[in-house]
Nanobody
């Protein structure tokens, strides 16, 4: 089992920045990919960004490319999502997830999920 705890969400004005963190514990795997998804009110949960355990590969949704950056700290078992130039359409609950195959593909099966952290961007 892997437990994931997200933090860093909040309310920010359009154009502002936030950094989300997701700490993993109970790590029974030697390596795994980590990702961020988001779910806006009344919409399906969608992929945002992912990264392999080594940090060698990253993937981003087109809607966040150039604005969001995903990174990983292996020593802390923590993945980060730096979000810049935020827009009202970025408002959502952001979820952290783990892919135990360490592929990090947007379409991979993500086996473990956090509880989510709310991000609200005001116009």
């Amino acid at each position: 089992q892997v437990q994931l705890v997200e933090s860093g969400g909040g309310l920010v004005q359009a154009g502002g920045s936030l950094r989300l963190s997701c700490a993993a514990s109970g790590r029974p795997y030697s390596s795994y990919a980590m990702a961020w998804f988001r779910q806006a009110p009344g919409k399906e949960r969608v992929f945002v960004a992912s990264i392999r355990w080594s940090g060698s590969s990253t993937y981003y949704a087109d809607s966040v490319k150039g604005r969001f950056t995903i990174s990983i700290d292996n020593a802390k078992n923590t993945v980060y999502l730096q979000m810049n130039s935020l827009k009202p359409e970025d408002t959502a609950v952001y979820y952290c997830a783990v892919d135990v195959t360490d592929r990090a593909l947007p379409t991979a099966r993500y086996d473990y999920w956090g509880q989510g952290t709310q991000v609200t961007v005001s116009s």
